[in-house]
């Protein structure tokens, strides 16, 4: 699968200087990403044009999680379009592994908690005090979200 093919607009197609530079698997595998702090996503707007952000993420079972809050710009595009990119990266978004497709979905109620918790246990001090904490000050609503394999 190339990045071309994977544009959400089916006549638009990505230019080479922003395609996603990487290899693409044909599976989203979270066992790649388990001991990753950080992941490169990939949304796309609603031109096709891929927007690459480092996220900091857990995984659990087939899944991986991440919380961004509302409003960001990746949220709004996830909420028009669910199908992202995700590869394991540096803290600066520079891939270091392969590229895969996945799903994003919003979680709610006790997955949202669930999910924080992880994170909390993750990365300690930054995502179970200071994050939480940032995004009531500044009146933002964190949002949890759920990484799994694209199945289209």
């Not at 080479?16 to 990939?42: A, E, W, Y």
Request: aromatic share 8%.
């Amino acid at each position: 699968m190339d990045a071309d093919t994977f544009c959400p607009a089916a006549d638009k197609r990505v230019e080479r200087h922003v395609r996603v530079r990487t290899r693409m698997t044909t599976r989203f595998n979270p066992s790649v990403l388990r001991k990753q702090g950080t992941i490169r996503l990939t949304t796309f707007r609603r031109d096709g044009t891929p927007v690459a952000t480092p996220v900091h993420v857990a995984a659990e079972g087939n899944r991986a999680f991440f919380r961004t809050w509302d409003p960001t710009g990746k949220l709004k595009r996830i909420r028009r379009n669910d199908r992202v990119l995700v590869a394991p990266s540096t803290v600066t978004g520079t891939p270091t592994g392969p590229t895969m497709p996945a799903r994003a979905r919003i979680l709610e109620g006790k997955d949202a908690q669930h999910v924080a918790e992880l994170l909390g246990r993750k990365y300690g001090f930054l995502h179970s005090w200071l994050f939480p904490t940032v995004h009531r000050i500044m009146g933002w609503r964190t949002v949890h979200l759920e990484l799994v394999p694209d199945q289209r």
